[in-house]
């Protein structure tokens, strides 16, 4: 059985949006410099927030290797939940990271490149599903 004509297309569109949101989700933080950062706690975990493009980060483990910047406020769990969007690094995500700690070489660089890459790829193929 068929879906309704008019139920694929508002589906196709929303399929789009939420394409063309991640896309513009993934070059904000590709390009962010990550200067605007606020503590929080996820589930009683600490985190970081960055405030201009939404990455966030879990201080267990290794701390803090990518919101590193000093934090300069705290945000509730709530307004964390509202701004938090793309990529969370967990601490199963830094190990590139960890590889290539000085955050000066390029190395640091384009693993931190390949972490959001491969954030990107998985919304990609879960929209494909």
Avoid at 2 to 24: G, M, P, S, V, W
Avoid at 36 to 43: E, K
Avoid at 66 to 77: G, K, N, P, Q, S
Wanted: glycine share 4%; proline share 2%; charged share 30%.
């Amino acid at each position: 059985m068929k879906f309704n004509k008019i139920l694929n297309e508002q589906r196709d569109i929303i399929q789009q949006a939420k394409t063309n949101f991640i896309t513009h989700v993934y070059e904000e933080q590709r390009n962010c410099v990550h200067d605007r950062i606020a503590d929080s706690d996820f589930l009683g975990q600490p985190v970081r927030i960055c405030l201009k493009c939404g990455m966030s980060e879990l201080g267990w483990g290794p701390g803090y290797l990518v919101l590193t910047d000093e934090f300069r406020a705290t945000v509730t769990r709530s307004e964390y939940r509202d701004w938090s969007v793309g990529l969370f690094i967990t601490d199963e995500k830094k190990s590139l990271l960890i590889k290539n700690r000085d955050r000066a070489t390029n190395s640091y660089t384009n693993a931190l490149k390949q972490i959001l890459n491969d954030w990107y790829e998985s919304q990609d193929k879960q929209d494909k599903k």
